[in-house]
């Protein structure tokens, strides 16, 4: 039985084309059954004016939700936005701007050559810990301390959703190598294969167009940061401010109005991100993470579509 408040979370669709299946990825199909699923179970799914203007006046009602797309992928706009269209519904679309001044931003650069290179996620992480283990000497790190760390940390355990090799890569990934040392690694992985990255750019992520037509259409492009730092809330106030400022000063160059709505880079913040998003103008944010309440206007909880979807199987709805 659904349980949750607040918003449902989306970020990667596959069709049979254009985007290539990955981890927790649903198609067109999927996604009309999730949201017939949710009406079934007594939610009502509000568009984002309705949603906003709720939130602010204190009058969400417990089974009142929204339809949210994080990280600025083509593939919601190609696959789930079309079925939107079909029943005049609207959602939230949280982007992250760096890709729109050129860059490739890694985050889904690195997701793309592990779903489109390699037999399966699990396939690529044995070549990203043999990597690290053949480099640990110039990493300065030890394979085998920091395995029994990620076992003691019970990193990410919250994330019902991620495998044990999602968490030990993701500990990996954010505790043990830091950026620069991770980087390394993927970047060493993608030039020993060949994969042109340039040739994809396209297909992974929405253009400025995309986004000023999806504000003409009534849906809310939301803030995300500039270059989606998985770890905002350790970053330091300045950095902080840049990365907001930044997405918020290019989304108001788009649709003409700055933002007040932010969806936190994998529900990452802290302490300074609240002043940062008072000097902002910010009223409203999305969390990463369910909760059965809503208590606070800056965090409103979502749930990830991914636990719907395995709430609908239980209830033996096929996916
Ligand atoms: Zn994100």
């Given at each position: 039985?659904?349980?949750?408040?607040?918003?449902?979370m989306?970020?990667h669709?596959?069709?049979?084309s254009?985007?290539?299946?990955s981890?927790?990825?649903?198609?067109?199909?999927?996604?009309?059954?999730?949201?017939?699923?949710?009406?079934e179970?007594?939610y009502?799914?509000?568009?984002?004016?309705?949603?906003?203007?709720?939130?602010?006046?204190?009058a969400l009602?417990?089974?009142?939700t929204?339809?949210?797309?994080?990280d600025?992928?083509?593939?919601?706009?190609d696959?789930?936005?079309?079925?939107?269209?079909?029943?005049?519904?609207?959602?939230?679309w949280?982007v992250?701007?760096?890709?729109?001044c050129?860059?490739?931003e890694?985050?889904?650069?690195?997701?793309?050559f592990?779903?489109?290179?390699?037999a399966?996620?699990?396939?690529?992480?044995s070549?990203?810990?043999?990597?690290v283990?053949?480099g640990?000497?110039?990493?300065g790190?030890s394979?085998?301390?920091?395995?029994?760390?990620?076992l003691?940390?019970?990193?990410?355990?919250?994330?019902a959703?991620?495998?044990?090799?999602?968490?030990?890569?993701?500990?990996?990934?954010?505790?043990?190598?830091?950026?620069?040392?991770y980087?390394a690694i993927?970047?060493?992985?993608?030039?020993?294969?060949?994969?042109?990255?340039?040739?994809?750019?396209?297909?992974?992520?929405?253009?400025?167009?995309?986004?000023?037509?999806?504000?003409?259409e009534?849906?809310?492009?939301?803030?995300?940061?500039?270059?989606?730092?998985t770890?905002?809330g350790?970053?330091?106030?300045c950095?902080?401010?840049?990365?907001?400022r930044?997405n918020?000063?290019i989304?108001?160059?788009?649709?003409?109005s700055?933002?007040?709505?932010?969806?936190?880079p994998?529900?990452s913040?802290?302490?300074?991100?609240?002043?940062?998003?008072r000097?902002?103008?910010?009223?409203?944010?999305f969390?990463?993470?369910?909760k059965?309440?809503?208590?606070?206007?800056?965090?409103?909880?979502?749930?990830?579509?991914a636990n719907?979807?395995?709430?609908?199987?239980?209830?033996?709805?096929?996916?």
């Amino acid at each position: 039985m659904l349980n949750f408040c607040g918003g449902v979370m989306f970020h990667h669709f596959h069709d049979r084309s254009k985007h290539i299946a990955s981890q927790g990825s649903m198609d067109g199909g999927a996604f009309c059954r999730l949201l017939h699923f949710l009406k079934e179970c007594g939610y009502a799914i509000l568009d984002p004016e309705e949603y906003i203007c709720k939130a602010l006046r204190d009058a969400l009602q417990p089974y009142e939700t929204c339809v949210t797309f994080d990280d600025s992928l083509k593939c919601q706009f190609d696959i789930a936005k079309p079925i939107l269209d079909g029943i005049g519904m609207k959602a939230f679309w949280f982007v992250y701007t760096s890709p729109m001044c050129g860059e490739l931003e890694r985050l889904e650069v690195y997701r793309h050559f592990r779903f489109s290179r390699f037999a399966d996620v699990e396939d690529f992480y044995s070549q990203f810990f043999k990597n690290v283990m053949e480099g640990e000497h110039d990493l300065g790190i030890s394979y085998a301390e920091s395995s029994e760390g990620f076992l003691r940390s019970g990193y990410c355990g919250d994330f019902a959703f991620y495998t044990e090799s999602d968490r030990k890569y993701r500990y990996f990934r954010d505790i043990v190598l830091g950026p620069e040392k991770y980087f390394a690694i993927v970047d060493k992985m993608i030039s020993d294969s060949g994969y042109d990255a340039q040739s994809h750019r396209d297909v992974l992520w929405l253009s400025e167009g995309d986004i000023e037509r999806l504000h003409g259409e009534g849906h809310y492009i939301g803030l995300h940061g500039h270059t989606h730092p998985t770890n905002m809330g350790e970053l330091p106030y300045c950095l902080q401010m840049s990365e907001y400022r930044r997405n918020s000063d290019i989304i108001q160059s788009i649709v003409g109005s700055r933002p007040e709505v932010v969806s936190y880079p994998c529900g990452s913040y802290n302490g300074d991100t609240e002043s940062i998003m008072r000097e902002l103008g910010v009223v409203l944010g999305f969390d990463a993470q369910a909760k059965t309440v809503i208590f606070d206007k800056m965090h409103i909880p979502r749930e990830d579509h991914a636990n719907i979807v395995r709430e609908m199987r239980s209830g033996g709805i096929g996916f």
